[in-house]
Nanobody
Framework: QVQLVESGGGLVQSGGSLRLSCAASGFTFSRYSMSWVRQAPGKGLEWVSNINSGGGRTYYADSVKGRFTISRDNAKNTLYLQMNSLKPEDTAVYYC?????????????WGKGTLVTVSS
């Protein structure tokens, strides 16, 4: 069964950094694009970043561009999100998600999320 397990969340001060990890299993990780999506308290889902299967193409929401870096290690079946210059508005539950089998933009599996809290 497909499993996505996020880790690395926690409490950090404004301007600080965190690196999130997502351990994947149950599918051929290296064949799929992966995304990070977040949900701030009381807010809707916000797509954050995407990386293609080989890791050579990345995409970012305007709100995080220049501060966050998505990467992957296909040998370790792991997705990463390096978050620098964190702001209080980055506070959210962060989810990793797998692209859909047929329609890639409909993410078909999600992790349970990891909470990132940025204090001022």
């Amino acid at each position: 069964q497909v499993q996505l397990v996020e880790s690395g969340g926690g409490l950090v001060q404004s301007g600080g950094s965190l690196r999130l990890s997502c351990a994947a299993s149950g599918f051929t990780f290296s064949r799929y694009s992966m995304s990070w999506v977040r949900q701030a308290p009381g807010k809707g889902l916000e797509w954050v970043s995407n990386i293609n299967s080989g890791g050579g193409r990345t995409y970012y929401a305007d709100s995080v561009k220049g501060r966050f870096t998505i990467s992957r290690d296909n040998a370790k079946n792991t997705l990463y999100l390096q978050m620098n210059s964190l702001k209080p508005e980055d506070t959210a539950v962060y989810y990793c998600a797998k692209e859909g089998e047929v329609i890639a933009t409909i993410l078909d599996y999600w992790g349970k999320g990891t909470l990132v809290t940025v204090s001022s």
